[in-house]
């Protein structure tokens, strides 16, 4: 058996988990860099039949899994993963399992952009380093407005620092009652509130169907010149020429993404470009705890599939098809 281990950016993957408990004969490759081409990715993946990749790096649409015959179990990292195609893999016979996860590194990652940009503290290092001292001047949180697009585990765990520090904590998204928001210590506002409102904008949905290009230029428009938008969620949520307008017009203040609609980011996007954001390669999730969780889950999927009784998986009714492909 041959199994893939994709976007293995750090060169990492390696040595967090004990590969040697897979069933004998099991040859595992790690790949560090990113295939955006869909030809040059089948080119790499024909003969393996097991592929693990990180959410949501590398995407699988029935286009790339129709063209892989010998795969038949997909493992992602997390218990879901968008740019998986499920059904397709279903339909092709091709399980696909999910892993555990630990921690609450996007949440505190939301905390890092937010106080960096905030207190400007990427500029105040390298400025340090050069010699000059104090610089700039930052903006204190306490009292000020944090407006969460979205109140899952999440949006509620970014509301409890909010509150913390004194913050006045406001959300809306499609689905949100009053009664969620006040169990969160949250006030529930419409959307335009929401962006008109607040000093930071976070970004907290699950990128879908209803929520792709959810913030457009209109909910941009309605934010403050001082305010912050910070997204950690999916790219493709906000319309991104409508962010890099207003960024670059200095409409608000600046950005802290951690997400973009095109991942890894060209080496020529405009973002890198602009003073006013401060950018992170999508790595939210990327902590230790949460890459050991990863692939130690990823390992324990191999084994389980092996044995003929697979383990948190995502397409369960792939075991009855008739294409289904089985392990050896």
């Not at 001292?133 to 306490?142: E, I």
């Not at 600046?254 to 080496?267: I, M, Q, R």
């Not at 999508?282 to 383990?311: K, L, M």
């Amino acid at each position: 058996m041959k199994v893939a281990i994709l976007d293995d950016y750090q060169s990492v993957a390696d040595s967090m988990a004990d590969w040697s408990r897979l069933p004998p004969g099991t040859q595992v490759q790690y790949f560090h860099d990113h295939l955006a081409d869909p030809d040059a990715l089948v080119r790499r993946l024909k003969g393996f039949q097991v592929v693990m990749g990180m959410r949501e790096r590398t995407p699988f649409p029935k286009a790339v899994l129709a063209r892989l015959p010998e795969l038949r179990l997909l493992i992602t990292s997390g218990g879901r993963n968008a740019s998986f195609d499920t059904a397709a893999a279903t339909e092709l016979g091709i399980a696909v399992c999910g892993t555990t996860g630990e921690g609450e590194g996007p949440t505190e990652l939301t905390w890092g952009l937010i106080l960096g940009i905030a207190r400007q503290i990427p500029q105040e290092d390298q400025r340090t380093r050069q010699g000059k001292w104090g610089t700039t001047v930052g903006v204190g949180l306490n009292g000020k407005t944090l407006g969460l697009l979205g109140l899952g585990h999440i949006g509620s765990q970014v509301a409890k620092v909010g509150n913390a520090l004194d913050m006045n904590v406001v959300a809306w998204s499609q689905n949100l009652t009053a009664q969620r928001a006040a169990e969160c210590h949250v006030t529930l506002v419409d959307k335009d509130t929401l962006f008109r409102d607040s000093d930071i904008v976070s970004i907290h949905v699950r990128l879908s169907p209803r929520t792709k290009g959810l913030v457009g230029a209109h909910e941009l428009g309605l934010m403050k010149s001082t305010a912050y938008f910070i997204n950690i969620s999916r790219g493709p949520i906000v319309d991104e020429k409508a962010l890099l307008d207003v960024l670059t017009r200095k409409a608000i203040a600046g950005a802290g993404l951690d997400t973009f609609d095109v991942e890894p980011l060209p080496k020529n996007h405009p973002f890198l470009k602009l003073s006013n954001t401060l950018l992170t390669p999508h790595v939210g999730y990327v902590t230790e705890e949460a890459y050991r969780a990863h692939y130690t889950g990823t390992v324990d999927d191999i084994r389980a599939f092996a044995s003929g009784e697979a383990i948190r998986v995502i397409n369960p009714e792939v075991v009855t098809t008739p294409q289904f492909r089985g392990p050896e």
